[in-house]
């Protein structure tokens, strides 16, 4: 089944480590890639998005995610990361291949310690 | 704040019962995605509506359904509930989807469902 998977479900690193989170896609096709993230208690923001054009995308809060169309990849970075940080993070894909459907990732937990 | 707004933020009921979640779409939007997020499923899609006219349908169950109102907000009622459906319900909005274009998805607080 065609499906969104993300590696890692619970990441614990210090304040200062860099960060990468890994989502990979199945889908063919034209697709569209977004990272969202999810604070503790709260609702779901859009970190970045990728329709087109450069594949290196950069976001919010220091946020960036190469798209590496050979890889069915789009993994998120951040180089230094903040106690501010820790929440649940989702990678999701759009894809015409779907219905034009959002399909999410299971999520990574990402803790940050101070 | 996206703009998306959705009510009730809780909702405790009992087993059988049936709920009624209301939705607003940010203003100009004309697409409603409902989702429901609970720890065993993740976050699953559920149903969307443009315009009026369901669009596109996910996991959603039969005792569950939807609509989009002429003013352009939206509900999703669930019925002869059961335990497994104590979850977060998210509402999502976008300006369209018109077949080709895949919008962006902007995202309400959600309404917490416990079912007892």
């Known amino acids: 089944a065609q499906s969104v998977s993300q590696h890692n479900h619970h990441v614990i690193l210090s304040e200062a480590a860099s960060l990468e989170l890994g989502c990979n896609y199945s889908?063919?096709?034209?697709?569209?890639l977004f990272w969202y993230v999810q604070y503790p208690g709260q609702h779901l923001q859009l970190l970045l998005k990728y329709f087109s054009g450069d594949p290196l995308v950069k976001g919010i809060k220091g946020f960036e995610a190469e798209f590496i169309k050979s890889k069915f990849s789009f993994n998120l970075r951040k180089p230094s990361v903040q106690w501010s940080d820790t929440a649940e993070y989702f990678c999701a894909v759009n894809a015409r291949a779907a219905g034009n459907k959002l399909t999410f990732g299971g999520g990574t937990r990402v803790l940050v310690k101070p | 704040d996206s703009g998306v707004t959705q009510t009730p933020k809780h909702l405790i009921t009992a087993t059988g019962q049936r709920v009624t979640l209301r939705c607003s779409p940010r203003s100009g939007d004309l697409s409603v995605y409902w989702y429901q997020q609970s720890l065993d499923q993740g976050l699953q899609f559920l149903i969307q509506y443009y315009n009026g006219e369901e669009r596109a349908k996910g996991n959603i169950l039969e005792r569950f359904s939807a609509q989009q109102f002429p003013d352009l907000h939206s509900e999703l009622n669930l019925s002869s509930l059961e335990l497994g459906d104590s979850a977060l319900y998210f509402c999502?909005?976008?300006?369209?989807?018109?077949?080709?274009?895949?919008?962006?998805?902007?995202f309400g607080p959600g309404t917490r469902l416990t079912v007892l």
């Open positions: 999502a909005s976008s300006l369209g989807t018109s077949g080709g274009a895949m919008a962006e998805q902007f």
């Open positions: 889908y063919g096709g034209t697709v569209n």
